[in-house]
């Protein structure tokens, strides 16, 4: 080989990925996943990110190593809904490449979260949560509503609407002062439709208003007392804070906390019951990483998701076309109450969801803090979606800029 010009120049190897490429990677998925997937990864990741953004100088190491426990123990706490999710398991992995970095151990102390706080402490008004919210804030509380009805149908505090297939046993609420699970089973033999056949309320024992007092309905009864037979929240000075109302007796049940600034509504239809709540944003909010499954904060979870397009096969004694009749007569506007009526009648062959529905649609009206949010479309779905991705992408953009600083 002639090589007298000297040896030539050899292909140019492609640039390998460092590891600070691939940790940005890595938080970049985690923000951007898919966001109806609502498995709280994305939590973990922004108060990881949050808790380590300021660490500077002397000590940050064992800092961050207290910073990846605790991100270590909210994945844990919230392994069994991010069960397929690719997010998650980038996040396990890259905790472990994050720990070797920093030297750090998985054994030792981690922050412990903040006890719950009474949302009237301090206040006159201690056992009247609105009052003693005007008292302290100066301004009236912020409310979120939730419901679950129909096969079932859960519209979530963020107004995100989902279609599920839970048989068996779901919280639908797990937080400091309330606690809330649905029990769903088949509507009929042969039916791959369900409908929630029982349902517990816990209303948590909290010291000067309540003694703990659970509530509990089932398809053929629907009392309008606690188990233990009363109908307040006992002998504290509060106790009157805590009531229940029959509305309808047999068909509607109404429980009044004031002390927690909330309101539910039980409904009995036929052989369902469903459920309304109207509860103050920051009691729904007060929960830890361990209470992160629950139905009304992130929907249902995607293995239990179905679309109501194509979902459950006919129970074959209803058509669509007369089930979209009994549905307009009791829901004139084709909202997602009145779609979910449809597929509620077709798949399950029984009248009664239309009843169903339209409570939901009823409860929403009284207890939805935003009167134009009232009815939801299949458009307002689309619309959220986008603007989820817009906001993973702009959070992405900032973590990007934060680790080039």
């Not at 660490?55 to 064992?62: E, S, T, Y």
């Not at 919210?133 to 419901?147: I, L, N, S, T």
């Not at 129970?315 to 109450?337: F, M, N, Q, S």
Request: with cysteine; proline share 7%; glycine share 8%.
């Amino acid at each position: 080989m002639d090589w007298s010009g000297g040896p030539p120049s050899l292909p140019r190897l492609p640039h390998l990925p460092g590891r600070g490429f691939l940790l940005k990677t890595l938080f970049l998925l985690l923000c951007c996943r898919y966001v109806q997937a609502r498995c709280r990864i994305l939590r973990c990741n922004s108060e990881y990110v949050a808790s380590t953004l300021p660490l500077r100088g002397p000590g940050r190491r064992a800092a961050h190593c207290l910073a990846l426990r605790a991100y270590a123990r909210c994945t844990r706490h919230t392994a069994r809904a991010c069960r397929g999710d690719l997010a998650f398991h980038l996040a396990v992995h890259g905790i472990e490449d994050l720990m070797a970095q920093h030297n750090g151990s998985k054994e030792g102390p981690s922050p412990a979260p903040r006890p719950p706080r009474p949302p009237g402490a301090g206040s006159p008004d201690f056992c009247d949560y609105e009052k003693a919210f005007a008292h302290k804030r100066g301004r009236p509380p912020a409310y979120q509503h939730c419901a679950s009805f129909g096969d079932p149908h859960v519209r979530t505090f963020a107004d995100e609407f989902h279609t599920c297939r839970v048989e068996g046993s779901w919280p639908l609420l797990d937080n400091h002062y309330l606690f809330a699970q649905a029990t769903n089973s088949p509507v009929a033999k042969g039916s791959n439709a369900t409908a929630m056949s029982k349902i517990t309320i816990i209303f948590k024992n909290m010291k000067e208003c309540v003694d703990q007092k659970v509530y509990q309905a089932e398809t053929d009864n629907l009392p309008a007392a606690f188990v233990d037979g009363s109908v307040n929240g006992g002998e504290r000075p509060g106790g009157d804070s805590l009531s229940i109302l029959e509305r309808a007796p047999g068909q509607h049940v109404e429980i009044r906390a004031a002390y927690i600034g909330t309101i539910i509504a039980v409904r009995r239809t036929g052989k369902q019951l469903s459920f309304s709540i109207r509860v103050a944003e920051e009691v729904a909010s007060s929960f830890t990483e361990e209470q992160d499954l629950q139905l009304c904060v992130g929907g249902c979870p995607p293995s239990q998701r179905i679309s109501r397009q194509h979902g459950c096969c006919s129970h074959g004694t209803i058509t669509a076309e007369k089930a979209h009749r009994l549905c307009k007569e009791k829901l004139p506007v084709e909202d997602v109450y009145f779609h979910s009526c449809v597929f509620d009648v077709v798949a399950s062959g029984d009248s009664d969801f239309t009843l169903a529905a339209r409570g939901a649609l009823e409860d929403a009206r009284l207890f939805h803090p935003d009167a134009k949010k009232l009815h939801l479309f299949q458009r307002d779905a689309a619309r959220q979606a986008t603007a989820s991705s817009f906001l993973c992408l702009t959070l992405a953009a900032m973590l990007m800029l934060a680790w080039e600083i």
